[in-house]
Each structure stands twice: as C-alpha cells, then as structure tokens.
C-alpha cells in the first residue's frame, strides 16, 4: 500500500506556514497514521517527495492504542486520533494531515489545549464532598461510560456551538460533570448544576455532530440527557 | 525524552534565553514547594497528598495527566477489602506479595502498603471512582498469584478511571493555587549542591525556555522499559532519559535486572498491546498445539493456580513451550468459554481493543500472544519513606524500586502509585516540618549550573542518532530477554560499551542506564522472580539483597544490599494469622538505610 502523506507544517522558531508531502509504503494492513508518522520520524534522512531534507514532524501521542487521547488530528478532513485511523481504511493515496483548527498550533500538527483545562478548572469541575455514593449497578456503568472521554478535543472540533475561551465548554467539560453528577446526591448538586446550566446546557444546541466523531464511541446523548434531567430538570 | 512528541529540531531557538540555555530566566519560586515531576498517578497521588496538607506544589508534565502511561493500565488495584468473603487480610496480601517479590524488597514498606491498600480505595471510591459494582455491591476479581478476590477494577479501563478521579479531585486545589501545574515542561536536569538536590531546571517543549525551580523533589516519571523501544507495552513517552538522567547525576538505582514480561502481548504497528491479565482472571486460558491438539499446559504443570500463575512464571512457561520442538510456535490465550454476561459487564473494553486493534474476536477466536515488556520492578534506590539516595529528593510509582521485588503481582502497580506518592508525600511534608527540608544550598546558583551541562536542543532527537538509539534497543532486547547467560550479557556489555554516540548526552546517559541493567543482571548469579539465568538456574539464598548501581568514573559501580528485617509488630500479626512466609529474616531492624555504601566498579 502506498501513500502520500500530506502533512500542514509549521516549523519553529520561524514558523512559516507550508505543506509537504512525505511518500509512505506499507505491507502492514494494520498501519496506522500514528504508525506511519512514528516511522517518518525514525529515517535516518527524512526526505520529502521531491527529494528536499525535512525537519521532524511534531505531533503528540503516548500510548498509541486510544487509550490516551494524545493524538487528535484532522485527517482527511476530519477531527481523528491518529493511532485509531488505518492508513487501509483511507480512500485515495493522498492523506491530508492538519492539527486541530480551534487551538492555536505549538509547531506542525501540535495544538495547545490548555483552554479545554482551564475551561473545567474555571467550572468547578470537581467533587465538594470527597465520599460519592455508588451503590446502583446502573449509575457505575453510566460513571463509567463518562470516565471514558480522553480530552482529546475531537467533539470540539466539530461542534458547532464551541469556541475556546467562551462560556460553552462543549462536551469535553459534559463527560467530567456528567460523571459528578450521577455520584452526587440531589440535595448536594446545587453548585455543579448552576455550573453545568451555564457551561454546557445552555451553549448546546443538541446538534450532536459529537456523537459520531467521538474517538471512544461514548454514549453522549444518552449521557447528556442523563446530566440534564439531573441538573437541569431536577429528576434522579 | 519525547522521542516522537519533541518539537521539529531547531538548534537556533528564538529568543536570547533559550538561545543561551545556560542562563535560564529567574523566577520567582518558594524553596519550601515540592516540584513533583510526573503527573500520572504517582504524581496526581502525591500531588492530591500535598494539597489536602494545605502544602502547595509544583506539577510538572510533558503532556496532561490525561495522556500518562497510568490511563493505560487495565486489570486493577488490589486491597484486601473481603468484600467477597474469602477473610481476606492485609497479612495475606503481603504474603502472596512477598512470595512473589521473591525476598528482595523492603519487607517494612510492603507491609505498609498491604495494610494502606484498603485506605487507598475507600479514598478513591469516595472521589467517584465507579468501581465494578454488582447487584449493589462492589466485587474484586482474581488476578495473577493471589489467594484471594482482591483486584478491585473497573471494567478494563481500571487506570484511566482512577486517572480520572484524582485529575478531578486535584483540579480544585488547583483553582485555590495550591497545585501549580507546569505542563508542557519536563526535567532537564537536577539541582545538585554538595550531593543534594536543592531544585531542578525544567525546560519547556513549547518554547524551549529554561526555567529553574528551587525545592525538594519528588519523581514519578514512570519505568524505565522504555529503552527497550517499540518491543513494550507502555506509553511512548516512557523512554527511560529521567530515570538515566538522574544515575548520571549519581542518583542511586536499585534491582535493574527485574524487568517484567507481562505474559499476553500481541505485536500491533509501532509497539505491544497489552491483553490484561484480567482475561486470564475471567477465565481465559493458554494453550499451545501439540500433536494436532490443544495442550492447556498451564493448568497441566500448575494444577492449583493454573492460568494465573504469577507474571513471571506463565512468561517462561510460554517461552520454553515455544521453544519446544513437539509444539507449535505460538501460544493463544483462548477466551471462548467466558460467560457472555462476563463480556458484557467485565471486559467489553477488552474485546472491543482486540477486535479494533487486532482483527480478532476473542470471544469466538482465540488470541495469539506471546510475551512483552511491561513493567520495570527495579529503578530509582528508595527507603521505605520513598527518600532517594541523593537528600532533598524523592521518588514514588514505576521509577522507584520498593515494593515488587523480583517479580510484581498484577494489581500492585496502580496501588504501588498511589500509595508510594501518599507515601512520598508524607515524607516530604515530615521533613519540611521537622526542619530538614528545604536544603539550603551552599553554593551559588552560578557554580551548580555550571556543573550541569546543558546543551541546547537536549531532547531533540538528530537523525543519527535515531539509528544508535535502536542499536540500544536491540542489544537490550537480544541480551536482556526472559532468559540470560553470562556469554551473552557480556556480549552485550561489549557491544553497549563500543557503541559510538557521537555528541548525544542523551544517548550516552541511555548506555549508561544499559549498562547498569546489564551489570546488575550479570552480577545476580542466580534465577529469581522475572530473573531467569540458564547458567544458574537456582535461587540462591544469600543473595536474597537488592542489586544496587551507581556511576563513578565513567564506570558502573555495584554492590548487593542487605533489606531491613520485618518488624517485630508485623511479624506477630502473621503468626497470628498462621501465614507461612519465608525468607523473612528474624532480624528486626532497618539498618539497610544507614549502611555505607560501598560498591565496586564493574
């Protein structure tokens, strides 16, 4: 399999803006774009297609088996974990590599997501109590389900709603709440359901793009109607 | 460090500062804060333990806590809760603990973290961890080793929930500024005045800009099998340049030849993937064919435990049958008669991994695996307090050696983190008390630097170098395996010690770490735990000490060390429990710390 990695580069301490396309062939089916990269990276001389020495390409990633969320991307178009996405599975030879368009890019395909922590951090995205209660089968699983979200900013991407640094945190500041919300008792939701109705209820306009590009599949609108009914509508 | 996240190389940073790396902007920092460098969940731990004494911190990482290497395990955290009803017991945790530790840890610092672990999880349940609950209660399950239910989990994603939790947890001492989190920055070297850390210089990856903080500080970078390279199971910012950069400082490291291979791997582009031992522990079983049919030699040659022997033991089981001549080449970890309500509850994450990752459906198809890199048992020399051999410095989870001895029981990982870093923590937050810390340091600022070479562009990887770095890899992976001998650990020494590495400190502190694996691992002329000699395939009673290693003169200096007995409280408690423990030495005390040390060159 050959293909023609289309990578948006931005070099420092210059950082001029420019593409370059990088030549890769692979027996492997299971070659992946983190794969892919990672072998870039490790040739002795990396060379573009027309033959010119290129720097490192900077990109994030740490565990390469989605697990860790480093690797978000846009591939092809479309916000991806790169250790998740099978050069295979890519129609055409050419592959188009960008970084995340909502953050400001560190270098190449490295973004700064630091406004997505700030955002929890300024939300009070944590327990008042440190003793949650967790006794039914069905609030652990759906716990659960909220614990899996990787921060990796995917969702952001392609919502419609989200714009760094404003009063929406987008579903990356939902899954941490959700998962709170569902350990803490009625009584004692006050504080993070006035939090969670100004920073998440009140900037979703439920078009739910997020759904289908999450990279760890989680159950988002099941979950987001589960955080509304609590803080919002007062129910469980 | 980042060998795949550094930024472009760029000799020629922007602006004077980092242009002159030796003279780091000053800042502002309070000698009495602990810098914590790590944020997975040693850090987080120690970080959370810090905050709750109203002591404010430093957090220094790389990337966030959310990308560690902790979201990646997966099986679970032991703590003998009996929440089955088995009467289960700290005592019986440290007994199956030590028994695989093989005798070589401090018997005072397990026995501390076996009767903490039940503290450690009643405090992650309260910070929302959604821990396996079934028909309203919270279960544990069987792992590797154990003679109880003692693994409490979640799912197989047992990591990143606990990662989570105590992100969440911390954020809000962050928000009061009690924890400074400096992401994006990682240790470029130590403060070292007169063999003490007094602070450390940190360098951003996003700028490049060297930063200096003073104060005591505590490690928790994670193991060191990442010189190994892509041959592991870990994160690939686990490359192993902390834990080198600090021996080549002259910090102390202990048990290097105890490296773990986790038993079930399966080789996916660029690195292993893990098949948690979970799998084993819901009924997953090993087989090989032979003569046209399945041998389950697991359960033939270990009819108690069968597939959940300890670590260790089930990786060379797998190899020799490997290995052997009337069997197949290759093992399967065959998960077919797991109860489809145990897939659905317990481990739909796993078979999700294996069906995305692998192309195979374990609960239809068994899975090739064969053993991988996992853990580091050995690493940073701590005492039982976590204190480091260098004052003023500290270390807790998968860099510090304490607590797994030869051989670590799945389970004990994420409870080693947590705890450890509490742990570290508490010793800190004593010394600062009592007056001992901070360390105030007697030579000017100008005079340590120097001491120091710094060298612009440190974790930036040239290309030639990329090419070295894989010899490394290779010659580790070749003469540091499940089985060694003494021709060819030597091999292996000659080869590390001709290798050329041009200009790179880094790669020369990474052979320097290689070769110290290498000593530790030629010198223990015996096979104990995960070290497993063909030429000496006896455990051999008087060396029941830690392997210890440090730098002088170039050269790699070793000695064994004698552990501290169990004490005399704890020992009680397992005659009372009839616990039959051996290798525990009668002799109460903890005089393995005050000991001279007294190595010789290798």
Redesign the interface.
């Known amino acids: 399999m050959r293909k023609l990695l289309d990578v948006a580069r931005l070099?420092?301490?210059e950082m001029k803006a420019f593409r370059q396309v990088f030549e890769y062939e692979t027996e492997?089916e299971?070659?992946?774009v983190?794969?892919a990269?990672?072998?870039l990276?490790?040739?002795?001389?990396?060379l573009d297609i027309e033959g010119n020495e290129a720097?490192?390409?900077?990109?994030?990633?740490?565990?390469?088996?989605?697990?860790?969320?480093?690797c978000a991307m846009i591939i092809n178009g479309l916000p991806r974990l790169a250790c998740?996405t099978r050069l295979a599975e890519l129609a055409g030879e050419r592959v188009t590599l960008d970084p995340l368009a909502k953050f400001p890019v560190?270098?190449?395909l490295?973004v700064?997501?630091?406004a997505v922590?700030t955002k929890?951090?300024?939300m009070?995205?944590?327990?008042d109590n440190?003793?949650?209660l967790?006794?039914?089968?069905k609030a652990?699983?759906w716990?659960?389900e909220a614990?899996?979200?990787?921060?990796c900013g995917c969702c952001l991407e392609v919502c419609p709603n989200y714009v760094p640094d404003a009063i929406f945190g987008g579903m990356a500041a939902m899954n941490?709440m959700a998962?709170?919300l569902e350990?803490t008792p009625k009584a004692e939701r006050k504080r993070l359901a006035r939090s969670y109705k100004e920073s998440v209820f009140g900037g979703c306009a439920k078009a739910l793009v997020c759904r289908n590009i999450c990279p760890a599949n989680i159950d988002i609108d099941r979950l987001l109607s589960r955080a509304n009914a609590r803080a919002v509508w007062g129910r469980h | 460090m980042l060998?795949?996240?550094?930024?472009?190389?760029?000799p020629?940073?922007?602006t004077p500062q980092a242009s002159n790396p030796a003279m780091p902007t000053p800042q502002a920092s309070n000698p009495a804060m602990p810098i914590i460098i790590g944020a997975g969940l040693a850090g987080l731990s120690a970080a959370l333990s810090f905050a709750r004494a109203g002591q404010a911190c430093h957090l220094v990482s790389p990337?966030?806590s959310?990308?560690?290497?902790s979201?990646?395990a997966e099986g679970g955290i032991n703590a003998a809760l009996d929440l089955m009803g088995q009467g289960d017991t700290p005592a019986q945790h440290f007994a199956d603990s030590w028994k695989s530790a093989a005798a070589i840890t401090d018997p005072n610092a397990l026995f501390g973290m076996c009767e903490g672990a039940p503290d450690v999880v009643r405090?992650l349940?309260?910070?929302?961890v959604?821990?396996?609950?079934?028909?309203?209660h919270?279960i544990q399950r069987p792992f590797g080793g154990q003679s109880k239910k003692r693994t409490c989990y979640?799912?197989s994603?047992t990591g990143?929930?606990l990662v989570?939790?105590l992100i969440?947890?911390l954020?809000?001492y962050?928000?009061e500024g009690l924890v400074i989190r400096r992401?994006?920055s990682e240790l470029v070297a130590l403060d070292v005045d007169e063999k003490r850390c007094v602070g450390a210089w940190l360098c951003s990856t996003?700028t490049k800009q060297i930063e200096h903080l003073e104060g005591p500080v505590v490690l928790a970078t994670g193991g060191f099998a990442g010189i190994f390279g892509p041959s592991t199971t870990g994160?690939?910012?686990n490359t192993g340049d902390i834990t080198a950069l600090v021996f080549s400082q002259g910090v102390k490291l202990a048990n290097l030849e105890f490296i773990q291979y986790h038993p079930t791997t399966i080789a996916?582009?660029?690195?292993r993937?893990l098949v948690s031992e979970a799998a084993r522990g819901e009924g997953g079983r090993l087989f090989v064919m032979r003569d046209g049919a399945p041998w389950y030699f697991m359960e033939e040659r270990y009819p108690e435990l069968g597939n959940l022997m300890p670590r260790d033991v089930v990786s060379r089981e797998i190899a020799s049958v490997m290995a052997d001549p009337s069997c197949e080449n290759c093992v399967f970890l065959d998960m077919r008669e797991v109860d489809p309500i145990v897939w659905s509850r317990r481990l739909g994450d796993l078979r999700d991994?294996c069906i995305?990752?692998?192309?195979i459906d374990p609960a239809t198809e068994p899975l090739p695996v064969e053993p991988g890199i996992h853990y580091s048992m050995g690493g940073i020399w701590v005492d039982e307090q976590h204190r480091c051999s260098m004052g003023g410095l500290f270390a807790a989870g998968e860099c510090a050696c304490q607590y797994h001895g030869a051989n670590r029981l799945g389970g004990n990982s994420l409870l080693g983190a947590i705890y450890g870093g509490k742990r570290a923590a508490q010793t800190v937050l004593d010394e600062l008390a009592q007056g001992k810390l901070p360390i105030k340091p007697t030579q000017p600022l100008e005079v340590r630097q120097a001491a120091v070479a710094f060298n612009p562009g440190i974790f930036?990887?040239s290309?030639?170098e990329?090419?070295r770095e894989?010899t490394i890899q290779e010659i580790l992976a070749t003469h540091l395996g499940i089985v060694r001998d003494e021709k060819s650990l030597l091999e292996g020494i000659e080869q590390l010690l001709k290798l050329d590495v041009g200009n790179s400190v880094r790669l020369r502190r990474r052979v320097l770490l290689a070769h110290a694996c290498m000593a530790c691992a030629i010198t223990r002329i015996e096979s104990r735990g995960a070290h497993c000699r063909s030429d000496y395939p006896d455990t051999n009673e008087s060396l029941a000490e830690q392997s210890v290693v440090w730098p002088g003169n170039g050269a790699v200096v070793f000695e064994f060390r004698p552990l501290p007995g169990l004490r005399a409280e704890s020992r009680r408690v397992l005659q009372e429990e009839n616990l039959q423990v051996d290798g525990l030495d009668e002799n109460d005390s903890t005089q393995g710390t005050e000991k001279t040390w007294k190595g010789v060159p290798f």
């Open positions: 070099v420092p301490p492997d299971r070659a992946t983190a794969s990269l990672r072998e990276n490790a040739r002795p001389r990396l720097a490192v390409i900077s990109w994030e990633c740490s565990c390469l088996q989605k697990k860790c969320g480093a998740d560190v270098a190449d490295v700064d997501r630091d922590f929890l951090r300024d009070g995205v944590w327990h440190e003793r949650s967790l006794t039914q089968d652990s699983d716990a659960y614990t899996r979200c990787l921060q941490p998962r709170l350990e | 060998s795949s996240t550094s930024q472009a190389s760029t020629t940073p922007s990337q966030e959310e990308r560690a290497q979201v990646m405090d349940i309260g910070l929302g959604p821990f396996q609950v079934e028909q309203g919270m979640v799912k994603s990143k929930a989570g939790a969440d947890a954020r809000r962050e928000a992401t994006s996003r994160s690939t910012t996916i582009p660029g690195k993937m991994e995305r990752l692998i192309g930036d990887i290309r030639d990329v090419e894989q």
